[in-house]
């Protein structure tokens, strides 16, 4: 049976058997009765039930277990509501109840049956009441007529109604319906038009009237159209004018086609109003051509052509006429649409099938036999026509070509742009995505471009397929802060900075990203984010790096200025002390003892400080041109010693060549140190490696290391196998006084003075270590000829030089200034005391005093030793001056000697030293040249 369940009341009636007869009481006659309908019904073919009065089925005609598809034996004793559609099941049982308590002798009613392998059937269904004597009721028969056809041709007379209002809407026009004396018995118009005269009252009247023309003889297009509807002949484009009681004048365009009843005979006009009235004015003020404005019009619509249902060329309307090229006039109603295919195909009108005509005759048949699916066609002047089959009930088929010329230039022009966009995010230094979450908190990616691969490891489309979402590869750390950033973006939508790191699974490997993201509410109530993934791997290390060399930077100056501070003090203690060991008795043992112990501590504390300019690379270096290899080499007795048995020591010397200009003391001194901080990892024993090698950096390189020029380097490296030390350890290692050794073990300084060394020597150092497995330090130093001479500063005498001359002593501090001029009185000196650089130039310029030499404090507030100076040369003050710093004498004394100082003298000095500085620069020659020049 077919799956629509239709049975039709034409087919032969189908009998059952004797055996198979329904059990009906023999003494009611009531049920006798309808018992005997049932089989009239029977033998007539008609779908029929017979029901007892609580609605359970007695019996079924043969016809209507055909249109459900079951045997009696199914039917029988079943609730005749279990097979009618849950819709309408609940009427159904209350027509039976409405029945028992009425003396009706019948109802009816139009509802669904359920046919046994599903869909529904419409029936229009006649209930009858069997009652006995007494009236009650004792059966009911319903006789069941199939109404499927006719409620389909209901519903295409409903569709060609709508289809009607839509193409009066969508025209803005009037449409009229005559009788055969042409007098209007139907009108309709649409939404938008304006109506000079109601609907209401056009009914009943002629269309000359219709249109405002009183005696359509005295009017010469009304008389051509009266002789065409009396040839009952169609019209087109005839214009006439209203005037409305504003007394303005409309312009209409009217066009009419005969109907003629299904016998042939005339039956009256359909005619179509068009409202010209805005475009006639329009081109009146623009003086436009009657053309233009029927371009626009015919603009506007579609084309469609019918064919009927026996494949026959019907008709087509204008916009279709002029999709087709110009030689296709021999088109006329009567061709089957295969012979127009073939003869467009021959003619070449459909430029996809050359070289393959058949099979696209074949293929555009099925298409439109089907009346499925629609497919482009290329058009006249290059234009391109969505041309859509639409099969209708009764066989005939309508093609409808809407042009789409402009969709299609669009969707070229969107293929062109996500072409770019693919090109574009494929250069990104990151990807781009769209985030949802859902009304009910359900996560998800709706895009990410393949990028994306790149960072996580994963194909995008695993993101975008919702087999995965973009948190999961979200560090843990993360996630909630992206969140966070997320949720706070939906109340304020600008754009919004967030920064992440994302874990590629394959390779563990992490990577920042800075997602620049705006936030969207949708209608469904998710929330969607658009934005940008850039990574910023490279920039985080490089501000890391940048973060670390300015805290090394902060850590150094603020060394260097404990140094200098310190070196204040120590001045003051050993000049006391050394004042004090001058005035003890020689038998004074005790007390002397006591100074002794006060020089020895001093002299450490000197040499701590010392340590401290290394880090801040502010020590005195006496560079000179080395052999790394060989300086290196030249220490392995040195290193043998201290390290032990347990300790292997190899040395692997390959770089070539290996000139440096450097100090080779402070060289061999820093590898030393790295050796014994190497044997302090490795308690139980282990390997330890200092080898050589050459490196060229390029600038991407010399970036990526940071603080490092580009260009070639000498590499040292000192690799050990010991405890290794925590990524946080390490990054501190090379700080002043941060050691994890026990008390009293270590002062911290070891690194911190390589490094200073390094850095101050114009190369570089860095730490690598691994808990368990080691640790290597690498240094950089820069590559040099293999030709130069280390410089040396000069030495003092070892006696204690003495004096008569007449010195002034500039320093801020009152202490220095007391102690020191203590010292020089008892070398012989007369002292005069100042406390800034201002004081001093005010004295030179009163002349009160006259100076042998100055002994100038360089780092003083206010104005310095270095610009007291340059005054003073300026000025043409040719006096001896001896600077003096708490920091190194070789790293100040180039500018001050370019200013004109005669020497530069560290602080703290011993006397010895003092001495021997003073009467150094007093017996050094002086010019009135300008000294910096």
């Not at 705006?518 to 469904?524: A, E, I, N, Q």
């Not at 940008?532 to 791997?537: A, F």
């Not at 190369?763 to 293999?786: F, K």
Request: glycine share 10%; charged share 25%; net charge negative.
């Amino acid at each position: 049976m077919p799956s629509s369940g239709v049975c039709r009341v034409s087919m032969p009636a189908f009998h059952r058997p004797p055996a198979a007869a329904p059990a009906v009481p023999q003494g009611d006659p009531a049920l006798r009765l309808a018992a005997h309908l049932g089989a009239a019904l029977d033998s007539a073919g008609i779908g029929a039930l017979l029901l007892d009065r609580d609605g359970r089925i007695l019996d079924a005609s043969p016809a209507f277990q055909l249109l459900l598809g079951y045997d009696i034996a199914e039917l029988r004793g079943r609730d005749e509501a279990s097979v009618v559609h849950a819709a309408d099941r609940a009427h159904s049982v209350a027509l039976l109840e409405r029945l028992s308590g009425r003396d009706d002798p019948s109802l009816e009613s139009e509802k669904r049956y359920l046919p046994k392998d599903g869909g529904e059937v419409w029936v229009r269904a006649t209930i009858t009441a069997a009652r006995d004597a007494a009236g009650r009721t004792q059966a009911f028969t319903i006789v069941v007529q199939d109404i499927a056809q006719r409620r389909q041709i209901e519903q295409a007379r409903r569709d060609s109604e709508a289809r009607l209002r839509d193409v009066i809407e969508a025209a803005g026009c009037l449409w009229v319906e005559t009788d055969a004396r042409f007098r209007i018995t139907q009108a309709q118009m649409a939404s938008t038009a304006h109506s000079v005269q109601s609907l209401d009252a056009l009914i009943g009247r002629s269309l000359s009237q219709a249109t405002g023309v009183s005696d359509p003889g005295l009017d010469p297009t009304w008389r051509d159209v009266q002789t065409l509807m009396r040839a009952h002949q169609p019209f087109r484009d005839v214009r006439y004018t209203l005037v409305d009681g504003q007394g303005r004048t409309h312009y209409r365009r009217a066009s009419g086609v005969p109907a003629f009843d299904a016998e042939g005979r005339f039956a009256g006009y359909r005619c179509l109003a068009i409202d010209e009235t805005a475009e006639i004015e329009a081109r009146a003020r623009a003086n436009a051509t009657e053309g233009l404005l029927h371009m626009a019009i015919e603009g506007m619509s579609d084309g469609f052509a019918v064919f009927d249902a026996e494949d026959r060329f019907v008709l087509m309307n204008r916009r279709y006429r002029e999709s087709l090229p110009p030689d296709t006039e021999w088109i006329r109603p009567g061709l089957t649409f295969e012979e127009i295919l073939r003869i467009g195909v021959a003619s070449g009108h459909y430029l996809e099938a050359i070289g393959n005509e058949e099979a696209f005759i074949a293929e555009r048949l099925r298409e439109h036999r089907e009346g499925r699916g629609a497919r482009l066609v290329r058009a006249i002047g290059n234009r391109w026509c969505r041309a859509r089959d639409h099969r209708l009930p009764d066989g005939s088929t309508v093609i409808i070509r809407t042009d789409v010329t402009e969709l299609v230039e669009r969707e070229r022009e969107l293929q062109d742009r996500e072409e770019q966009l693919r090109a574009i995010a494929g250069n990104l230094p990151g990807f781009i995505f769209r985030m949802v979450v859902a009304a009910d908190g359900t996560f998800g990616n709706a895009y990410v471009s393949e990028r994306l691969k790149e960072i996580i490891g994963v194909p995008a489309e695993e993101i975008t397929s919702g087999r995965g979402t973009l948190l999961e590869h979200v560090h843990a750390d993360d996630r909630e802060r992206l969140m966070r950033g997320l949720t706070a973006t939906v109340a304020d939508p600008r754009p919004s900075l967030i920064e992440v790191r994302m874990v590629n699974r394959p390779t563990g490997d992490i990577h920042w990203l800075r997602l620049h993201t705006t936030s969207k509410k949708l209608p469904d109530g998710a929330q969607q984010w658009d934005g940008i993934g850039i990574d910023v791997t490279d920039r985080k290390a490089a501000e890391d790096r940048l973060l670390q060399s300015q805290k090394t930077e902060a850590i150094g100056q603020l060394t260097g200025g404990v140094a200098h501070d310190f070196n204040n003090l120590l001045t003051v203690i050993t000049g006391c002390a050394e004042l004090l060991s001058e005035a003890l008795p020689k038998s004074d043992h005790a007390n002397a003892e006591l100074v002794r112990n006060i020089l020895t501590a001093g002299h450490r504390g000197a040499e701590l400080t010392h340590q401290l300019l290394a880090f801040a690379r502010k020590q005195p270096l006496t560079p000179r041109t080395v052999d790394v290899n060989q300086l290196i080499a030249e220490l392995r007795p040195l290193l043998v010693g201290p390290l032990g048995e347990d300790i292997e020591l190899r040395f692997d010397l390959r770089a070539d060549p290996t000139v440096t200009r450097i100090d080779a003391h402070q060289l061999q001194n820093a590898i030393i140190n790295l050796a014994v901080n190497a044997r302090d990892a490795m308690p139980s024993g282990g390997k330890l490696l200092v080898e050589t090698a050459n490196v060229a950096l390029d600038l991407r390189q010399a970036a990526e290391i940071g603080d490092v020029k580009p260009g070639r380097y000498i590499i040292v490296r000192v690799v050990d196998t010991g405890t290794g030390m925590p990524a946080e350890v390490a990054a501190r290692a090379i700080e002043p006084f941060f050691t994890t050794k026990p008390t009293g073990k270590g002062t911290g300084l070891g690194l911190s003075m390589v490094y200073g060394f390094v850095k101050q020597s114009g190369g570089h150092m860095t730490i690598a270590s691994v808990p368990g497995e080691g640790t290597t330090v690498r240094l950089l130093l820069p590559q040099a000829g293999a030709t130069g001479a280390a410089g040396a500063d000069g030495t003092v005498a070892s006696d204690r030089p003495r004096g008569s001359e007449t010195i002034l002593l500039v320093d801020d501090e009152a202490e220095i200034r007391v102690t020191t001029a203590e010292l020089l009185r008892r070398l012989g000196y007369t002292v005069h005391c100042l406390g800034s650089g201002g004081e001093v130039i005010a004295a030179l310029e009163q002349q009160t005093e006259k100076y042998d030499i100055l002994v100038l404090d360089i780092s003083m507030p206010g104005m310095d030793g270095r610009e007291t100076l340059r005054r003073l040369r300026e000025s043409g003050y040719t006096v001896p001056v001896l600077m003096a710093t708490g920091h190194s004498a070789e790293a100040e004394g180039g500018l001050a000697r370019q200013l004109g100082a005669t020497g530069v003298i560290q602080k703290p000095f011993a006397v010895q030293r003092l001495a021997g500085c003073i009467r150094a620069a007093l017996d050094t020659p002086q010019t009135r040249e300008d000294p910096g020049a």
